[in-house]
């Protein structure tokens, strides 16, 4: 199921693994930039460029226990892929937070999914992302990139959702999300409110004490992250992706980056991943 490569400082075993890094190379219902399928291993090339000491936190990865099982094979069929990684899941220790680096967007629904049933809770769920992704159905499959929201929400066990950064939507997803409530912010919001202010008001709204992060690279403006499958401008600061994870980070039970296509820029979005 695992094809075997590294993260940069992730050298440990699976058995006592603190955090474990995966490669869900899949980008089979890509609408627009091919070549997400590609963004794991760039992730991992771009990762040997940097220290292992985190200054901000006092932390150096190679003290950590992390695990890089490398990339699942997930095939071409989306719904193949959706039941490979929720299989894949179960196998993960339950002690450990998943890492998962995408890949197209429709990797997030399944591994929600998966955690929900393995870890037998409820879950808040925070998407980055510039797009609703409420679609019903997006080419002929219910398990499009963009249809990533939509499918969280159905998810039993998925509580709260909060998405961040949108700036693009359909007429019929932008009704969808007004008729059943769900909690967006914009990044003109983002913009004009300060993304702290965002955060609380997200906070009110994820009512789970244990959260999920997705985050799409195309949240961030592509002024900072080209290279992704679908670039919408107006986005989102790599300060403020970087403050919601700092705060929200001792609250993650997992977290995956998707939506990384490398032969779009020079690699500076792969960094901007890593």
């Known amino acids: 199921m695992f094809q075997k490569c590294g993260f940069a400082d992730a050298s440990g075993e699976l058995e006592g693994a603190d955090y474990v890094v995966i490669g869900l190379p899949f980008d089979s219902t890509t609408s627009f930039r091919s070549g997400s399928r590609d963004g794991p291993n760039a992730i991992r090339l771009a990762s040997l460029n940097f220290e292992s000491y985190e200054r901000d936190c006092d932390v150096d990865l190679a003290d950590l226990n992390i695990c890089d099982l490398g990339n699942m094979e997930l095939g071409s069929d989306p719904a193949y892929a959706w039941e490979t990684i929720k299989e894949g899941i179960a196998l993960l220790p339950k002690s450990a937070v998943p890492v998962f680096l995408g890949g197209e967007h429709s990797i997030s629904p399944p591994i929600v999914s998966g955690l929900v049933q393995k870890r037998q809770c409820d879950l808040?769920?925070?998407?980055?992302?510039?797009?609703?992704d409420l679609r019903e159905e997006y080419g002929c499959t219910r398990f499009s990139h963009a249809c990533t929201s939509r499918r969280i929400l159905e998810i039993e066990g998925a509580r709260s959702y909060v998405s961040i950064g949108i700036r693009s939507c359909s007429k019929e997803e932008h009704s969808?999300?007004?008729?059943?409530?769900?909690?967006l912010f914009t990044s003109r919001e983002v913009?004009?409110?300060g993304i702290d202010s965002v955060l609380d008001a997200a906070l009110e709204s994820l009512s789970c004490e244990q959260l999920y992060i997705s985050l799409d690279l195309d949240a961030l403006d592509p002024a900072y992250a080209p290279a992704v499958g679908n670039p919408e401008p107006f986005g989102l600061t790599p300060w403020d992706v970087k403050r919601v994870i700092e705060r929200l980070a001792t609250r993650a039970v997992g977290f995956d980056i998707s939506e990384l296509t490398p032969a779009y820029d020079r690699g500076e979005t792969a960094l901007m991943a890593a």
Not at 176 to 181: K, P, R, T, V
């Open 124 to 132: 808040s769920v925070l998407v980055l992302d510039a797009h609703m």
């Open 176 to 183: 969808f999300a007004a008729e059943n409530g769900a909690c």
């Open 191 to 193: 913009r004009e409110m």
